[in-house]
């Protein structure tokens, strides 16, 4: 059985940082690419970060492009997001989620990915 976990939220004021971690269970997580999303109070999903599966390819939505990281350690099957200089619009559940094929396009979009995790939330205060 497939299982995602994320941890690593809280409460952060702005311009702090955190550490987000994924971890993968139940398969071969080198075969897996993997994203993070997030989602606020009545908004829609929304892409974050991604890698491919070597961790070659790294994407980044433009509103954390030089302020997220995205890492991944296939020996030990997890996937980090190493989130500074944090705005209260970075306030959201943020999900990991992983999928075995995926296209420049597509891991990019929530509806690409097969597994997910539960969601850790973030809250960042002004």
């Known amino acids: 059985q497939v299982q995602l976990v994320d941890s690593g939220g809280g409460l952060v004021q702005a311009g702090g940082s955190l550490r987000l971690s994924c971890a993968a269970s139940g398969l071969t997580f080198s075969n897996y690419a993997a994203g993070w999303f997030r989602q606020a109070p009545e908004k829609e999903r929304e892409f974050v970060a991604a890698m491919s599966k070597s961790g070659a390819r790294t994407y980044y939505a433009d509103s954390v492009k030089g302020r997220f990281t995205i890492s991944r350690d296939n020996a030990k099957n997890t996937v980090s997001l190493q989130m500074n200089s944090l705005k209260p619009e970075d306030t959201a559940v943020y999900y990991c989620?992983?999928?075995?094929?995926?296209?420049?396009?597509?891991?990019?979009?929530?509806?690409?990915?097969?597994?997910w995790g539960q969601g850790t939330q973030v809250t960042v205060s002004s």
């Open positions: 989620a992983g999928v075995s094929l995926a296209s420049d396009f597509s891991i990019t979009r929530s509806n690409g990915y097969d597994h």
